[in-house]
């Protein structure tokens, strides 16, 4: 690929980024075009480890979830599920799902779901099940005691069956179809898929994404080969100082009994940036084969919400909208927000989005955990950087 030039400053803000103490390394990538400029600064560990290169491997968390839909569009496009079908067919422990009577309601105070659970409530997350901007709901408290283990701990998490079980015995925040709630369709979706195609996630993911596109790194754990490209991750303490939270021969090892389609791959930029372009292509990959149609690709770029739903949980949208798996930008009210950018980010310290007026994928991985859905000054110098095109 050919370099980009003049005062881009890719490697120059990752370098202040690991001066400053802010990360211990980290890889960037941005393309345009054929044009792609990419920058590996700092190491695997505050210690030393590893020299970050473009190939290192990260946990890219919830950069997971935009995959996890394309997956589903698949499936949609080849006739084994349409976009309103009811998901109980396949997922028969929501086919009487109940509702605590209001939010603040407790779990024993329920009543039935006005509706069912379709297609696309999991893909645009208004299915009921979820986080909204307040953890201290009783039902999302339960949610939470239950599931949110797994998110750093994938390997705590039991089989897709047991999983749903679990689930199901808890009642939803909210109707189908009524409010935006953060991540857990994106994991339903992922137990959907394998039900619709009769394999595994991780089987159907690498079939028809991963193959395709030449994600050669992208998978639920890391093999041994492979591991020494993988490094540690961090979280910060309450002193701000950073904690080692996973180490690359851990819960990554070996193949989970959930593969979550809401944060559970791992990936390089090149891999991530991958399935940008081929968003930005229409569908397409780069050796012309069609993944998923143009109108497919603009079903997952648009936003789906209203403009209640996006006030209500800023905390995670930051005010823009919700597309299928990630977020879209419908206003420019922040340097880095251009209407139609299509993003996400994800809480082991992972961003990405594409821009389709600047025809631009970028992509910045790191390894320490974010700590709050706000992003962090890194996160946002990198998006208003890619901006300037």
């Known amino acids: 690929m050919n370099t980009m030039t003049g005062e881009d400053g890719l490697a120059e803000l990752l370098a202040r980024a690991v001066d400053n103490s802010a990360v211990p390394g980290a890889v960037g990538l941005i393309a345009q075009g054929p044009k792609t400029e990419v920058a590996a600064v700092g190491s695997t560990s505050p210690e030393g480890g590893r020299p970050m290169a473009r190939d290192t491997i990260f946990r890219i968390a919830s950069l997971t979830k935009p995959i996890t839909a394309a997956a589903a569009m698949t499936l949609v496009e080849d006739g084994r599920i349409a976009l309103d079908d009811a998901v109980r067919e396949w997922l028969p422990e929501l086919a009487a799902p109940s509702v605590v009577r209001t939010p603040h309601s407790p779990v024993d105070d329920v009543v039935p779901a006005r509706r069912p659970i379709t297609l ?79 394999r595994p996630l991780d089987v159907f993911l690498a079939e028809r994404v991963f193959e395709p596109l030449g994600m050669a790194d992208t998978g639920f754990w890391v093999p041994e080969e492979k591991r020494h490209r993988f490094g540690p991750s961090y979280g910060r303490g309450q002193d ?74 800023r905390l995670f949208l930051l005010g823009q909208g919700w597309g299928f798996g990630g977020a879209v930008d419908v206003n420019a009210d922040e340097p880095a927000h251009r209407p139609g950018r299509y993003w996400w980010t994800g809480g082991s310290g992972t961003t990405a989005q594409i821009d389709p007026s600047s025809d631009s994928v970028a992509v910045l991985f790191t390894q320490v955990e974010m700590g709050s859905p706000a992003p962090p000054p890194l996160m946002t110098a990198f998006w208003e950087l890619a901006g300037r095109l």
């Not at 979820?130 to 009783?138: K, V």
């Not at 993944?291 to 949980?313: F, G, K, N, Y």
Request: proline fraction near 8%.
């Open 120 to 198: 696309d409530d999991l893909l645009t997350f208004r299915s009921g099940y979820g986080y909204p901007a307040d953890f201290s709901l009783p039902a999302v408290a339960l949610f939470a005691e239950r599931f949110q283990r797994f998110v750093l701990e994938p390997r705590l998490a039991p089989g897709p069956d047991e999983w749903m079980a679990s689930l199901a015995s808890i009642p939803m925040v909210n109707h189908p179809g009524e409010a935006w709630l953060y991540h857990a369709s994106s994991d339903i979706l992922g137990v959907l898929i394998a039900r619709v195609a009769g």
């Open 240 to 313: 701000g100082a950073l904690e080692l939270h996973d180490v690359p021969d851990g819960q990554w090892s070996a193949p989970p009994a959930f593969p979550s389609g809401a944060g559970g791959l791992v990936s390089t930029v090149d891999d991530w940036a991958a399935f940008g372009r081929m968003l930005l292509d229409g569908g397409t990959a780069p050796d012309g084969r069609r993944l998923l149609s143009p109108a497919s690709v603009a079903l997952m770029t648009s936003d789906h919400t209203t403009a209640a739903q996006r006030d209500a949980v």
